[in-house]
Structure formats: C-alpha cells, structure tokens
C-alpha cells in the first residue's frame, strides 16, 4: 500500500472543473499558461499548481497572479511528475479532473469540447496540439495544409467540431477525466 501525500482516496466534488498543473522551473512558461485557463473557466472551477520547489522565479510569477481560483501547493523537494500530479488531484474538487503542462495554452471553449466526449466507455480524452507526437498531432488532420498557430483553434473549431480521434495513447500534455 502507497503511503504519503502523494497517496489516497478522491473526496466528493464540489465544483465543475479542477486544472491541475505540476511546475518545475517553468518561470518561462507558467505565467502564460496559467493566464490562459483562468480566462476559460467559470467562477467556481478552480486551477491547482503543484510547485516542485522551483528556484527559477516560478514562485514569484505565480504570486503574481491574483485569482481566488488559483491555488498554488508549493513543495519542499522536486517530488516528479506523478507524486505532485496525485497531490494536485487529491487536493481538488472537481468533477472533471484535467492534468495540464505548465508549457501549454488553450483557448476558449477547450474545456467543453474535451469534457464532450467523456461519456460512454471513454475513461480519458486529450486535445489535438501542433506540438505533440501520436495521433494527437494536428498535422494528422490537416495534410499538407501549415495554417499559422493563431489559426489553428478556428480551424479545429470549424471543421472538426464533433469529431473525434481514438487511440491508445494520450499523450500528458493535457488529459481531462471524470472524478467519479
């Protein structure tokens, strides 16, 4: 049996939607990240930061950000991904889970369109990126086409709306599950 913070059992939920974001040095990327999913989410979802002790200025760009939704769980020692993912998720309370890398963005209307498809036998979904391997890349669905990045949620949006890619694999830049 695991023991520790990094283990345990899921409370009830008590809000839509918790994003769950697990830094490392990533002063960088987080602000933008951050910024982005905080400007989708309604007023009662929430974003967790899993801080692994980051000495880059990740602390001081977090702290800048002003949100009652933002939760950050700054961590002594770099714990890994998964310890501090689990701390994250035990510590939310959402009834749609998202673990989200501190290096990605998205656009409005991302959560809905993920959440969509967790129904039926579908345990976990993920979106498509310009910037992923597998069936997740884009460029799976576009062909020759090399639409500039700022075009592509459009795209996506227009004419894929629905649609949806199985796999076997989602890659862990963003992957969104139901808490139950």
């Not at 905080?38 to 899993?50: A, C, F, K």
Request: with cysteine; proline share 3%; aromatic share 4%.
């Amino acid at each position: 049996m695991l023991h520790g913070p990094h283990a345990g059992t899921l409370g009830s939920s008590s809000c839509h939607a918790s994003v769950i974001v697990v830094s490392y040095n990533s002063a960088r990327t987080i602000g933008k990240c951050i910024e982005s999913v905080l400007s989708t989410l309604g007023p009662d979802d929430e974003v967790i930061v899993v801080d692994n002790a980051s000495n880059d200025g990740t602390r001081l760009v977090l702290k800048g950000i002003s949100d009652s939704r933002l939760q950050v769980l700054q961590q002594e020692s770099n714990l890994g991904y998964s310890k501090a993912a689990n701390i994250g998720l035990l510590a939310s309370k959402g009834e749609i889970l998202v673990t989200l890398n501190p290096d990605a963005y998205v656009n409005a209307g991302w959560l809905d369109a993920l959440t969509s498809r967790l129904d039926g036998d579908v345990a976990a979904v993920g979106p498509m990126s310009d910037n992923v391997g597998g069936d997740q890349f884009v460029g799976h669905l576009l062909g020759e086409r090399h639409p500039d990045r700022s075009e592509l949620p459009q795209i996506l949006a227009e004419e894929f709306a629905g649609k949806t890619q199985d796999t076997l694999f989602l890659v862990g830049i963003c992957v969104a599950v139901k808490r139950d």
